[in-house]
């Protein structure tokens, strides 16, 4: 498999071709054993194959510190086993991979709501942890086992005086030791949404304080027909002013202030210092950047580009995250189009900030029937247009089978030999466009994923088609000219 770098907004192949990727989260947080929490990694060849056939060409492959640094410095090698095992996988049907260590609630283990740190390295003085009674982040709004253990591993408190974060840099260091010649490897995800501990909290407040305020007095917000909404059973309803982008910032900026000190502060810290250490280990792999928890409500993501000394790291992209609030549930429906856009949007802004291509890390959502799959081809359509790569949240058993397949299954660019001016998809008339101008001519062809049988092709240049074994998709292989290239498919 081609090695995947970076060149300012674009990932290119040793080619110098631009790579889109089209991906999916496989996630192992472990399940609660009667004494410890269990993990697996359950995810086959079988599964592997037919993300594969489906056109997923990158997993964000999720995994804990509590899952491989059981006790300090002793590695689970067996569990490590089965993460390569996947990462095999991968490369076998030319899937690349890029690792996560991921956390929810800063750790997770009997009698806890969470996933992420070994109870060893759970500093949280004296503070006991509480499970989720109402909805699963809540430890982070007023959970203090949860915000004390954040806010001591952001400060680097001791652990048999060893800083926490070098016990976590030594296990990063473990890992990328493993992974580092990977063929299929394509980076190094440090922290999952990293939340600013105590001021997180703080930021729940204010947020909380800013709704209220807003309601009250703006005139956005009308109270008689807030609350008609409420005393008729559609309470739901009441969410509806806030899809305003501009009234929804005006709550969320509240936390503006925090979350700017916790980013070029405690963050920016913290991955400068992982980063360095797994490039003591390897120059393979893209460092990966991602938003505070907050961020993902679209407030302003402020850490500067990951440096050693105020050296850039070369290999670097951004992996923002975002959801609708009715994110996984029946009211998801419901999902606002433009409160989300204007998230995504405010990510834009990042990324041209940084100089770094984009990659969501998380994205998405589930619910029944298929009335919300106008949201999930909404935001498809946005990452299309700032020529984005995705992962979405997350594989679940029967992902494959469910609606939103038609949306995550479809024509999509692979390798395009020079620069991108646009791609589309309209699904109404069932019609992908391509359209990129060419800078010389290369020796190996652009690569474009067709889905499924399709009525016509149109192009400018020659092409040959490869077929997708087992399945009605194919590769579209275009010998484009240096100039302006153009592709039509008709289904």
Same mark, same amino acid.
């Given at each position: 498999?081609?090695?995947?770098?970076?060149?300012?907004? $674009?990932?290119?192949?040793?080619?110098?071709?631009?790579?889109?990727?089209?991906?999916?989260?496989?996630?192992?947080?472990?399940?609660?054993?009667?004494?410890?929490?269990?993990?697996?990694?359950?995810?086959?060849?079988?599964?592997?194959? @037919?993300?594969?056939?489906?056109?997923?060409?990158?997993?964000?492959?999720?995994?804990?510190?509590?899952?491989?640094?059981?006790? %300090?410095? =002793?590695?689970?090698?067996?569990?490590?086993?089965?993460?390569? =095992?996947?990462?095999?996988?991968?490369? $076998?049907?030319?899937?690349?991979?890029?690792?996560?260590?991921?956390?929810?609630?800063?750790?997770?283990?009997?009698?806890?709501?969470?996933?992420?740190?070994?109870?060893?390295?759970?500093?949280?003085?004296?503070?006991?942890?509480? $499970?989720?009674?109402?909805?699963?982040?809540?430890?982070?709004?007023?959970? $203090?086992?949860?915000?004390?253990?954040?806010?001591?591993?952001?400060?680097?408190?001791?652990?048999?005086?060893?800083? !926490?974060?070098?016990?976590?840099?030594?296990?990063?260091?473990?890992?990328?030791?493993?992974? @580092?010649?990977?063929?299929? *490897?394509?980076?190094?995800?440090?922290?999952?949404? &990293?939340?600013?501990?105590?001021?997180?909290?703080? #930021?729940?407040?204010?947020?909380?304080? /800013?709704?209220?305020?807003?309601? *009250?007095?703006?005139?956005?917000?009308?109270?008689?027909?807030?609350?008609?909404?409420? !005393?008729?059973?559609?309470?739901?309803?009441?969410?509806? %002013?806030?899809?305003?982008?501009?009234?929804?910032?005006?709550?969320?900026?509240?936390?503006?202030?925090?979350?700017?000190?916790?980013?070029?502060?405690?963050?920016?810290?913290?991955?400068?210092r992982t980063a360095r250490a797994i490039r003591n280990v390897t120059d393979n792999g893209i460092m990966i950047m991602e938003n505070s928890y907050y961020s993902n409500l679209?407030? &302003?993501?402020?850490?500067?580009?990951?440096?050693?000394?105020?050296?850039?790291?070369?290999?670097?992209?951004?992996?923002?995250?975002?959801?609708?609030?009715?994110?996984?549930?029946?009211?998801?429906?419901?999902?606002?189009?433009?409160?989300?856009? /204007?998230?995504?949007?405010?990510?834009?802004?990042?990324?041209?900030? !940084?100089?770094? %291509?984009?990659?969501?890390?998380?994205?998405?959502?589930?619910?029944?029937?298929?009335?919300?799959?106008?949201?999930?081809?909404? !935001?498809?359509?946005?990452?299309?247009?700032?020529?984005? /790569?995705?992962?979405?949240w997350a594989y679940y058993d029967g992902l494959l089978e469910n609606p939103i397949m038609s949306s995550l299954n479809r024509t999509t660019p692979v390798a395009i030999c020079?620069?991108?001016?646009?791609?589309?998809?309209?699904?109404?008339?069932?019609?992908?466009?391509?359209?990129?101008?060419?800078?010389?001519?290369?020796? #190996?062809?652009?690569? #474009?994923?067709?889905?499924?049988?399709?009525?016509?092709?149109?192009?400018?240049?020659?092409?040959?088609?490869?077929a997708v074994d087992g399945t009605e998709a194919s590769i579209l292989k275009i010998n484009g000219k240096p100039g302006n290239n153009k592709v039509t498919v008709k289904f």
């Amino acid at each position: 498999m081609k090695k995947i770098t970076t060149f300012k907004q $674009k990932f290119i192949d040793t080619h110098g071709r631009e790579r889109i990727f089209n991906g999916v989260n496989l996630c192992d947080k472990g399940y609660n054993g009667e004494e410890e929490r269990i993990y697996e990694m359950p995810f086959n060849e079988e599964l592997i194959k @037919k993300l594969s056939q489906n056109g997923f060409n990158l997993v964000r492959l999720g995994m804990t510190w509590d899952a491989i640094e059981p006790e %300090p410095f =002793k590695y689970n090698e067996e569990y490590l086993d089965k993460v390569e =095992k996947v990462a095999d996988l991968c490369e $076998k049907y030319g899937i690349y991979f890029y690792l996560d260590m991921h956390q929810d609630l800063y750790a997770g283990f009997k009698g806890m709501d969470g996933d992420g740190a070994p109870k060893w390295a759970c500093l949280t003085d004296g503070a006991k942890f509480q $499970k989720t009674r109402f909805v699963w982040a809540e430890g982070y709004f007023w959970g $203090k086992a949860t915000q004390r253990a954040f806010d001591n591993f952001w400060n680097n408190a001791e652990y048999n005086g060893i800083p !926490l974060q070098t016990y976590f840099c030594k296990m990063w260091q473990h890992v990328a030791e493993r992974f @580092k010649d990977h063929p299929a *490897l394509f980076g190094f995800d440090m922290f999952n949404e &990293p939340f600013p501990g105590t001021d997180g909290g703080k #930021v729940f407040r204010k947020l909380a304080g /800013s709704i209220v305020k807003t309601v *009250l007095t703006d005139k956005r917000c009308n109270l008689v027909w807030m609350a008609k909404q409420v !005393l008729t059973g559609n309470a739901i309803r009441v969410l509806e %002013p806030f899809n305003d982008p501009d009234l929804f910032r005006k709550v969320t900026s509240a936390g503006n202030g925090l979350i700017y000190k916790f980013d070029v502060g405690a963050y920016s810290q913290f991955i400068n210092r992982t980063a360095r250490a797994i490039r003591n280990v390897t120059d393979n792999g893209i460092m990966i950047m991602e938003n505070s928890y907050y961020s993902n409500l679209g407030i &302003p993501y402020s850490a500067p580009v990951i440096n050693y000394d105020g050296v850039r790291e070369e290999k670097v992209c951004f992996a923002p995250h975002a959801y609708d609030l009715m994110v996984d549930t029946p009211a998801y429906k419901y999902a606002s189009n433009s409160r989300v856009g /204007s998230i995504f949007d405010q990510h834009r802004k990042s990324q041209q900030r !940084l100089d770094v %291509p984009v990659i969501v890390g998380e994205w998405g959502g589930q619910s029944e029937g298929t009335d919300w799959l106008f949201h999930i081809n909404f !935001l498809l359509d946005k990452f299309d247009k700032n020529h984005w /790569s995705q992962t979405y949240w997350a594989y679940y058993d029967g992902l494959l089978e469910n609606p939103i397949m038609s949306s995550l299954n479809r024509t999509t660019p692979v390798a395009i030999c020079g620069d991108i001016v646009e791609y589309t998809t309209d699904r109404e008339n069932g019609i992908f466009t391509l359209e990129f101008e060419q800078d010389k001519d290369y020796d #190996v062809p652009s690569e #474009v994923f067709i889905h499924k049988a399709f009525a016509s092709i149109e192009c400018t240049a020659d092409y040959e088609l490869e077929a997708v074994d087992g399945t009605e998709a194919s590769i579209l292989k275009i010998n484009g000219k240096p100039g302006n290239n153009k592709v039509t498919v008709k289904f």
